[in-house]
């Protein structure tokens, strides 16, 4: 069964500090990954994504993104952090190897809500 | 390139009442996909069509359905409606499936009282 787990429901960080917001999966095929951002009362937007090669990816507004597969995780991270980064960030995964019956479903995290203070 | 396109954005409804929300997709894009966000349970697939077929549900009940039509603009409808249901209901559309990103409207909140 596809999953995926945000192991922190907050996260704070002072502005201009890095930051790191977690992500583990789960899929019986390939993973396709993503990041979506969310401001209050607006839909998701994308961030970024990995489908193959480099495991470090980068995505929109100087975020990034370390794909480890020993470790099924995906944790998105930005070196400076900026108060304007404060929303709920979620994970999502799709299955690549597993079209027939998953096809454009998004299983999405719970979500992490990321506060960064001046 | 105009975005995803969900109205209304607001609703206000009447327990046992049914609406009808509506979606259309970035232009091109042939797959539109539906979520359901509450807190309680994060965000919910409900379904998703590719080229008014649809090809995966999820777990809700019969009282949610939904269409496609050609033009690739799809509704989704919810009868009887209940407390429970409230939520933001968030539309995606996506050029293709797999490795292809999917894009969000802004999303349609709708309370039932």
């Known amino acids: 069964a596809q999953s995926v787990a945000q192991p922190e429901d907050q996260v704070n960080v002072a502005e201009g500090n890095p930051l790191t917001v977690k992500c583990t999966y789960s899929v019986s095929g390939n993973p396709y990954l993503f990041w979506y951002v969310q401001y209050p009362n607006r839909g998701l937007q994308f961030l970024l994504k990995?489908?193959?090669?480099?495991?470090l990816v980068k995505g929109s507004y100087g975020f990034e993104a370390e794909f480890n597969k020993s470790q099924t995780s995906f944790h998105l991270k930005k070196p400076s952090a900026l108060v304007s980064d404060s929303a709920l960030y979620f994970c999502a995964v799709r299955d690549g190897g597993n079209r027939g019956s998953t096809l454009g479903r998004l299983y999405f995290g719970r979500g992490t809500q990321l506060t960064v203070w001046p | 390139k105009a975005g995803v396109t969900q109205t209304p954005r607001y609703l206000i409804k009447t327990r046992g009442q049914q609406v009808t929300l509506s979606c259309s997709p970035i232009s091109g894009h042939r797959s539109v996909s539906w979520y359901q966000q509450t807190p309680g349970q994060g965000l919910q697939f409900l379904f998703e069509?590719?080229?008014?077929?649809?090809?995966n549900k999820g777990n809700f009940p019969g009282r949610f359905s939904g269409r496609q039509f050609s033009n690739s603009r799809s509704e989704m409808n919810v009868s009887t409606l209940e407390l429970g249901d409230s939520a933001l209901y968030l539309c995606a559309s996506s050029s293709g499936t797999g490795a292809f990103e999917a894009f969000f409207g802004q999303g349609t909140r709708l309370t039932v009282v």
């Open positions: 990995y489908i193959t090669g480099d495991n």
């Open positions: 069509y590719f080229s008014e077929t649809q090809r």
